[in-house]
C-alpha cells in the first residue's frame, strides 16, 4: 500500500486501560509517512503504550490502530517493516551481538549489516560482546544500532538515547539524519531531551495524561512561541487577550511568553513600543503546555517570577 517511503499510522478514538489505569484515553492522531516525528510526553503520558501498539506488541483496550493503511495485530505484511526499539532493549540478552544482528538481519528484509557494523565501530561496540554484560550506555548504542540498521519503514526510538553520554547522543543524532536522508523512512523519535533533538523533527505529537495535547509541524509550532520583554505597562497592554504561558518580572520590566503567531502589524506595533520579541524554544513551549498546574486550571509554575534569565 506504501506509496511514499515510511509507513503511516493512524489512531482513532484509541483507549488502552491496565486495570484502573487509564495509558491512553480516546486518542486520535496521524503521523504522516516519510517524516520524523517526535513523540514528546511527560513520564507517565502514554508514550511507551502508544509505541507498543503500534508495534503490535499489545491491542487497544478499544478503539482502532492502522500502520500503513492496516491493523498491525498479527499482519504479516505489516510486521517486518515495524521497528520498535525502547530503552529497556528488547534483543538476545546471552547471544553474542554478532548474533543478534544475524537475528534481527533474518527477521527485517530492510536490515543493512553494512550500515550496521559502522555503527558498532562508532559506537565502539564488541561484537562477541553480550547484551548482559553490557553497561547501560553501550546497551543504548546497541538497541540504537539495531534500530537504524533496520531501515525499517516504520521506526519508533523510544527513549533510547538513555545511558548515553552527550558526544554518543550526538553521534547518534548525527547517524540518524544523515541515513534518514539517504534513506527515507518514517522515524518516530521519543525522548525527555527535547533541546538536543529539535532540529530534527518535522512534526511534534505532545502527549499529556494519555491524551493527545497537540499534533503539529515542528516549523509551524515553533513560530508560535514569542517572547516579549519591554517596560511592564507596554507589555501587558501587547498581549493583552493573547495566551500568556508564562511571565517574568524585574522592576519595572516584564518578558512573557506567549503562544499564537504575531502579524506583521503586530510586529510593527511591537516595535513601536519599543519591545523586543524573541524565539522559543521547542523545549520551553512544551514545559509550559504540559505543567501540571496549568492543564488542571490553576496558576501554571514559574508564571511569575521577580528574576528574568
Known amino acids: 500500500m506504501t506509496a511514499t517511503p ?80 525502547r530503552e529497556s532493549g528488547d534483543v538476545l540478552d546471552e547471544d553474542r551481538l554478532r548474533d543478534n544482528l544475524d537475528f534481527f538481519a533474518g527477521a527485517r528484509p530492510t536490515f543493512d549489516r553494512a550500515f550496521a557494523a559502522e555503527l558498532m565501530d562508532l559506537f565502539e561496540l564488541d561484537p562477541k560482546s553480550k547484551p548482559s554484560k553490557l553497561s547501560r550506555g553501550k546497551k543504548s548504542a546497541f538497541g540504537i544500532t539495531i534500530g537504524l540498521a533496520s531501515r525499517a519503514p516504520l521506526t519508533v526510538l523510544d527513549e533510547v538515547h538513555l545511558g548515553l553520554d552527550a558526544p554518543s547522543r550526538y553521534a547518534f543524532y548525527d547517524a540518524l539524519l544523515a541515513d534518514y536522508l539517504a534513506h527515507p523512512r518514517t522515524i518516530v523519535l521519543s525522548s525527555h531531551l527535547i533541546e538536543e533533538i529539535e532540529r530534527l523533527l518535522e512534526d511534534v505529537v505532545v502527549l499529556d495524561r494519555g491524551r493527545v495535547l497537540l499534533t503539529q509541524d515542528a516549523d509551524s509550532l515553533r513560530a508560535e512561541g514569542v517572547s516579549v520583554t519591554g517596560p511592564q505597562d507596554a507589555v501587558d497592554a501587547f498581549v493583552a487577550g493573547r495566551t500568556v504561558l508564562g511571565t517574568q518580572r524585574l522592576g519595572r520590566t516584564a518578558q512573557v511568553t506567549v503562544r499564537g503567531g504575531l502579524t506583521d502589524a503586530d510586529v510593527a506595533r511591537a516595535r513601536a513600543t519599543g519591545l523586543d520579541l524573541g524565539p522559543v524554544p521547542l523545549q520551553d513551549l512544551f514545559v509550559h503546555l504540559t505543567d501540571p498546574r496549568r492543564r488542571d486550571g490553576a496558576a501554571p509554575a514559574h508564571a511569575e517570577s521577580e528574576v528574568l534569565p
Open 6 to 85: 515510511g509507513y503511516g499510522v493512524t489512531l482513532r478514538g484509541v483507549t488502552q486501560r491496565f486495570g484502573d489505569t487509564v495509558a491512553l484515553d480516546g486518542v486520535d492522531l496521524e503521523i504522516r509517512p516519510g517524516t520524523i516525528t517526535g513523540l514528546l510526553g511527560r513520564n507517565g503520558s502514554g508514550k511507551t503504550t502508544l509505541g507498543s501498539l503500534v508495534a503490535a506488541f499489545r491491542r487497544p483496550t478499544s478503539g482502532q490502530v492502522l500502520v500503513d493503511g492496516e491493523d498491525p495485530w498479527e499482519n504479516e505484511r505489516t510486521a517486518p517493516g515495524v521497528c520498535l526499539v
